[in-house]
């Protein structure tokens, strides 16, 4: 008998290009997690898109994966790989146990992604065939494959995301209040962007409803192409993409933060600014539900309705020293142990 095999670590395969390019993206951020949940249990090896500088980089690291990297996988034998963004190739070894990632069913919205859709079923339709599981980060995703993609339930699984170490252990950056000429608890603070799925179109016409005039909203992310008249309020402030640094300041010194989505696949920056002592407002649709539970103020995605509740938090300190101290008991729920052992359960160990 072998004593030692009893001991041999499962090899597992982690895809990280979604890491190398941006370690604060969604997708980024979730393949670090991973990263640091798989290192210390498997033999792991990373690897990613050799092809990030090239033109046409998607499709030639998909002919890369269905031939050099196959050849790889049957030499070399791993046991396990996964993909934590959307696709995985066509060729797989058969006695490998492939793992995919989808975040939420965006790219299968045209109203938010015109022109994506054709190439996630795709996606979708190889990941069906050919992997152990499809995992997605929440369960309102999970049952959006089921209801509206006819996905069977048993193909699916689900780990929550956490927030990360990197956020976590950044020293703020006070300066941004400076620059933004911004006193402590004066703004609310929106980490969203112009992506359509984050409505920030109707919180900045929510601005120009406000009872009050003082209070300053501050949106930080990617701007693409601004052509929101809300913009144009003098308590609205755009910054675009900010440092790590400089978006924990803005977490800890608003007077809360808002998220008025009309969809997403978890909602990320809501376990942020509440492990940041943030109160919470956010737009009342399924997936804030399961991740913010009792621990936010919800609005309705229209215009009217949000400006009707930041009047309300800005009106009643007592609420958002309550939503406070149940964001801090929300966030447990989404401890890196939890997810730890969501993970280990799906990949069978």
Not at 4 to 16: G, M, Q, R, Y
Not at 64 to 82: A, D, G, H, M, R
Request: charged residues 25%.
């Amino acid at each position: 008998m072998n004593l030692f095999k009893k001991n041999k670590k499962t090899t597992v395969w982690l895809d990280i290009t979604m890491l190398k390019r941006s370690q604060m993206c969604g997708m980024g951020i979730f393949a670090k997690m991973y990263l640091d949940i798989l290192k210390d249990k498997y033999n792991l090896r990373c690897f990613h898109n050799p092809f990030m500088n090239f033109p046409h980089q998607n499709k030639f690291y998909w002919l890369y994966l269905n031939t050099y990297f196959f050849i790889k996988t049957v030499i070399l034998k791993p046991e396990i790989i996964i993909f934590p963004a959307y696709f995985m190739p066509t060729l797989v070894r058969k006695k490998t146990s492939y793992y995919t990632v989808f975040l939420d069913l965006m790219p299968y919205r045209p109203k938010f992604f015109p022109g994506a859709q054709k190439s996630f079923l795709r996606q979708l339709k190889i990941a069906n065939k050919n992997a152990k599981k499809i995992i997605t980060i929440s369960n309102t995703v999970k049952n959006q494959f089921i209801e509206e993609l006819g996905i069977k339930e048993e193909k699916l699984a689900v780990t929550y995301i956490c927030v990360n170490e990197l956020i976590k252990n950044a020293k703020e950056d006070l300066n941004i209040l400076n620059k933004l000429n911004l006193k402590p608890n004066s703004y609310i603070f929106s980490l969203a962007g112009s992506w359509m799925h984050k409505n920030t179109k109707s919180l900045f016409e929510a601005m120009n409803k406000l009872k009050g005039s003082g209070t300053k909203l501050v949106v930080a992310g990617y701007k693409g192409n601004l052509r929101y008249s809300g913009f144009n309020n003098e308590n609205t402030i755009y910054t675009g993409y900010l440092t790590t640094e400089e978006v924990v300041a803005l977490y800890k010194n608003a007077k809360f933060f808002v998220m008025p989505s009309l969809e997403e696949g978890f909602g990320l920056p809501i376990i942020e600014a509440q492990y940041f002592n943030s109160p919470v407002l956010c737009s009342d649709i399924p997936i804030f539900k399961e991740i913010a539970g009792n621990s936010a103020e919800f609005c309705q995605t229209d215009s009217n309705s949000i400006a009707e509740k930041i009047d309300y938090l800005i009106e009643n300190p007592d609420r958002l020293s309550e939503l406070k101290k149940l964001g801090k008991e929300n966030i447990k729920r989404f401890d890196i142990e939890i997810i730890k052992s969501q993970l280990y359960k799906i990949i069978g160990d």
